[in-house]
């Protein structure tokens, strides 16, 4: 059974940017797609963006000027940079697979982390 | 930007049958999903590709679709189905997922 865990830090600055990393056990980052979610508190669920194990990206138009996704297999990584960061982006970062079955959807998600944004 | 319509809420009392709705020009063209998610915890699919349910999902969970909606039908409700549902789709392209503003399913 797969898993995913976040990590990163859970307090950045505002302008700052937002560096996370998930990890993935129990199977091979490898001929999958990976994505990142965020939630605010009390509210729903937004996509950011999207990697496959290659480092092909696609990303949510509303957030691509300042996000940058990368994917390290030899440790079964993948990360999510997010950058100029204000209080909007406080949030719960969830990452994510994703299937593709002509439309993506993500099968298996992370616990998330908490990220604050405040000086 | 593309968006997809459900309702804040619905309530449904124990072993009745709750539906929730969600709308969007795409959806005759992209397959719907249905997250559920339970304060404190990230989501669960509990439908995918409009009609599919995972392993472990109970048979009480089902979907459909129709045109521009899709919908979640949860039957004979317990209490423990009390959570935010959240319909997910894609972009006319397939590429860009997008969720719907979640329903907040109460058991009364």
């Known amino acids: 059974q797969v898993q995913l865990q976040e990590s990163g830090p859970g307090l950045v600055k505002p302008s700052e940017t937002l560096s996370l990393t998930c990890t993935v056990s129990?199977?091979?980052?490898?001929?999958?797609?990976w994505s990142w979610i965020r939630q605010p508190a009390g509210k729903g669920l937004e996509w950011i963006g999207r990697?496959?194990?290659?480092?092909?990206?696609n990303y949510n138009p509303s957030l691509k000027s300042r996000v940058t996704m990368s994917v390290d297999t030899s440790k079964n990584q993948f990360s999510l940079k997010l950058s100029s960061l204000t209080a909007a982006d406080t949030a719960m970062y969830y990452c994510?697979?994703?299937?593709?079955?002509?439309?993506?959807?993500?099968?298996?998600w992370g616990q998330g982390t908490l990220v604050t944004v405040s000086s | 930007s593309y968006e997809l319509s459900q309702p804040p809420s619905v309530s449904v009392s124990p072993g009745q049958t709750a539906r929730i709705t969600c709308s969007g020009d795409?959806?005759?063209?992209?397959?719907g999903y249905w997250y559920q998610q339970k304060p404190g915890q990230a989501p669960v699919l509990v439908i995918y590709?409009?009609?599919e349910r995972p392993s472990g999902i109970p048979e009480r969970f089902s979907g459909s679709s129709s045109g521009t909606t899709v919908t979640l039908t949860i039957s004979g409700v317990q209490a423990e189905d009390e959570a935010d549902y959240y319909c997910?789709?894609?972009?006319?392209?397939?590429?860009?997922?997008?969720f719907g503003i979640g329903t907040k399913v109460t058991v009364l």
């Open positions: 129990g199977g091979s980052i490898s001929n999958h797609y």
């Open positions: 590709k409009d009609t």
């Open positions: 795409a959806l005759p063209k992209q397959f």
């Open positions: 994510a697979r994703d299937r593709d079955s002509s439309s993506f959807f993500s099968d298996c």
């Open positions: 990697i496959y194990s290659s480092g092909s990206t």
């Open positions: 997910q789709s894609t972009d006319s392209s397939g590429t860009y997922q997008v």
